[in-house]
């Protein structure tokens, strides 16, 4: 059976290819469906199918944050830090490690130059103190 031009424009994918194309599993696809949050039509054996213009709609309004925006700023500094000055292994460039993080190397240059400040006060500050 030939296909309608909207199907051609528009496919229609199955509850499998969807989660995929999410990066979900199929029952998060569902619950969804369920709340009303992603439009499906239903097949008449009662399964979910879904345009893919809604699943691209949909996923537009999905933001995984990146990992680097959960860590705290301090433990970003000291990461990147680390990562710039390995002794073991290669060490990164400011560009490699901005990639890592998800950020533009300028902005990458800017934390490592507040790490490093905050190193070397925290050095001073350890070498104020006098031994007993």
Not at 1 to 13: G, Q, T, V
Not at 51 to 58: E, Y
Request: aromatic fraction near 4%.
């Amino acid at each position: 059976m030939p296909k309608s031009i909207e199907d051609m424009l528009d496919p229609i994918l199955s509850l499998r290819h969807a989660s995929k194309l999410l990066g979900v599993c199929p029952t998060t696809v569902r619950r969804w469906t369920n709340k009303g949050v992603l439009p499906c039509e239903r097949t008449p054996g009662n399964q979910r199918r879904f345009r893919l213009s809604a699943v691209m709609d949909f996923m537009g309004t999905l933001r995984t944050p990146h990992p680097s925006e959960l860590m705290s700023e301090p433990l970003k500094r000291r990461v990147a830090l680390a990562l710039s000055e390995r002794r073991h292994g290669p060490k990164y460039s400011v560009k490699q490690i901005a990639a890592l993080f998800g950020i533009l190397p300028s902005q990458m240059q800017s934390l490592l130059y507040t790490a490093i400040r905050e190193e070397e006060r925290d050095g001073e500050e350890a070498s104020d103190v006098e031994p007993e």
